[in-house]
């Protein structure tokens, strides 16, 4: 039986697009189906392979950016000078077919089990995977709380801003935007360091929970503001998705 869970997620899969839909200017969901999805958790991920006319082949990574239970979907940034994003944001259509293997990840997931409270520290695309977890929340009916503290460059790159603007009891939602901010902008407007930490994580006495999900630096500087605040290393869990992407 194990071994037919193990050969399951490591089958590559043929998965058709169903829809697809613009986040922001440089960012878009994917929507997929496939025939045998056996199910995800929250924050895992799957690999994409395209294979090119001519048999060259390129694999990359994506978190899963629906919740257990919602057909699979994946949300990527179009990196202009990468191999496999241009493609995904610009070329492909509904009813194209790519392949996937998945899901993949047992450490960067939650289950509404694991209970909180939740600090959730997105930079970027690294949203993708703690939509995930805040979707697989609010469908569990877990009252969990949760903070999350949201880097992107500009509002313009906000990915999934209207789902996060809309008010969910018990979810407090902190943006700081790094490059460009709206006139009139009171928020945050610099990268996460040590001073935003303090004043947005959760009093160190009450054991949250902490998932730091992005670009490589970007992760490295949220754990290790963390860990000087005082939260355990073995609370805060990361997803680096490599050097690029703030
Ligand atoms: C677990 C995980 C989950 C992820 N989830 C997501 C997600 O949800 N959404 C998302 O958008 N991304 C996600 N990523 C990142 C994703 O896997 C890809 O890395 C990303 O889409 C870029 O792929 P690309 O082929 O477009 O770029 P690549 O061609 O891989 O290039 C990436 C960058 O590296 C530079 N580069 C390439 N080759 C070289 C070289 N030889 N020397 C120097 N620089 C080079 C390029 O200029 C480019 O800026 C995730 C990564 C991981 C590991």
Redesign the pocket.
């Known amino acids: 039986m194990a071994g037919t869970a193990v050969r399951g997620r490591l089958t590559w899969q043929t998965a058709t697009v169903g829809s697809v839909a613009d986040e922001t200017p440089s960012?878009r969901t994917i929507f997929l189906e496939v025939p045998d999805w056996a199910g995800h958790r929250a924050g895992q991920?799957v690999d994409v392979r395209l294979t090119a006319e001519d048999g060259y082949q390129?694999e990359?990574?994506?978190?899963i950016?629906s919740a257990p239970g919602e057909p699979l979907s994946?949300?990527?940034?179009?990196?202009d000078?990468?191999?496999?994003?241009?493609y995904?944001t610009e070329e492909l259509r509904a009813g194209d077919e790519i392949e996937v293997r998945g899901p993949i990840?047992g450490y960067f997931v939650w289950d509404a089990a694991d209970g909180g409270p939740l600090l959730l520290l997105a930079g970027g695309?690294g949203i993708?995977?703690l939509r995930a977890i805040l979707r697989h929340r609010e469908r569990s009916g877990s009252a969990v709380p949760v903070r999350l503290l949201y880097s992107s460059r500009s509002w313009a790159d906000v990915i999934y801003r209207d789902e996060l603007d809309r008010p969910s009891d018990g979810v407090t939602v902190i943006h700081t935007l790094t490059r460009q901010q709206p006139p009139g902008w009171t928020g945050y407007a610099r990268r996460v360091d040590q001073e935003m930490i303090a004043e947005v994580a959760w009093p160190v006495a009450q054991a949250a929970l902490a998932y730091a999900c992005g670009p490589t630096n970007f992760v490295e500087a949220a754990a290790s503001a963390l860990v000087a605040f005082g939260y355990l290393p073995r609370r805060i869990r990361t997803?680096?998705?490599?050097?690029?992407?703030q």
């Open positions: 960012v991920h390129a990359r990574a994506y978190s950016a994946i949300t990527v940034e179009r990196l000078d990468g191999e496999v994003s241009p995904l990840g695309s993708v995977p997803e680096r998705f490599g050097a690029t992407g």
